[in-house]
T-cell receptor, first 114, second 113 residues
Framework: GDSVTQMEGPVTLSEEAFLTINCTYTATGYPSLFWYVQYPGEGLQLLLKATKADDKGSNKGFEATYRKETTSFHLEKGSVQVSDSAVYFCALSRVAGGGNKLTFGTGTQLKVEL | NAGVTQTPKFQVLKTGQSMTLQCAQDMNHEYMSWYRQDPGMGLRLIHYSVGAGITDQGEVPNGYNVSRSTTEDFPLRLLSAAPSQTSVYFC????????????FGPGTRLLVL
């Protein structure tokens, strides 16, 4: 079945550091790929998505490229801020039964310090 | 739009008690789903619905019931709570026709003693 593997956290960075959170997936066919972010005490929010190979999703300075050859969707940001501290979830989605089913990774906590 | 709303925010139950977690959305979305979030395990799909009157099981459905009598509401019922159901529960919705973004509620934190 489908699965998503992402790097364990917590990841602790200084403000303005470069961020990479690795995500790889196992799935048949051509799923869509997502990054969701969860700020403390809140629900998940979509950060970015990519629906086909070589697509790049971007939002709020974050980027991720759908690499089918390596089955990866790594999240990157050039300069993190304290306000980026949150838990980041990689997920894949496929259409099933009339809706889309999300399969999530376990989440990576990011802590950004001054 | 309020988006996806969930009540209560926090609940403590004793083993064997029953309760209903409420979920509502005002975006006229056909697709709604329930997830549970446990440490180190990400989010796992419990049940989902592709429209009023239609529900199906997800990855971890045991111990939970759902129904969908209206487009707006998708309650999750625990008939006899167990400590293993201690978790954070999230409801989500999407327009459902393909791979549209799912919108999540703020979550309900449930503790079963």
């Amino acid at each position: 079945g489908d699965s998503v593997t992402q790097m364990e956290g917590p990841v602790t960075l200084s403000e303005e550091a470069f961020l990479t959170i690795n995500c790889t997936y196992t799935a048949t066919g051509y799923p869509s790929l997502f990054w969701y972010v969860q700020y403390p005490g809140e629900g998940l929010q979509l950060l970015l998505k990519a629906t086909k190979a070589d697509d790049k999703g971007s939002n709020k300075g974050f980027e991720a490229t759908y690499r089918k050859e390596t089955t990866s969707f790594h999240l990157e940001k050039g300069s993190v801020q304290v306000s980026d501290s949150a838990v980041y979830f990689c997920a894949l989605s496929r259409v099933a039964g009339g809706g889309n089913k999300l399969t999530f990774g376990t989440g990576t906590q990011l802590k950004v310090e001054l | 739009n309020a988006g996806v709303t969930q009540t209560p925010k926090f609940q403590v139950l004793k083993t064997g008690q029953s309760m209903t977690l409420q979920c509502a959305q005002d975006m006229n979305h056909e697709y709604m789903s329930w997830y549970r979030q446990d440490p180190g395990m990400g989010l796992r799909l419990i049940h989902y619905s592709v429209g009023a009157g239609i529900t199906d099981q997800g990855e971890v459905p045991n111990g939970y019931n759902v129904s969908r009598s209206t487009t707006e509401d998708f309650p999750l019922r625990l008939l006899s709570a167990a400590p293993s159901q201690t978790s954070v529960y999230f409801c989500a919705s999407s327009s459902g026709q393909g791979l549209e973004t799912q919108y999540f509620g703020p979550g309900t934190r449930l503790l079963v003693l």
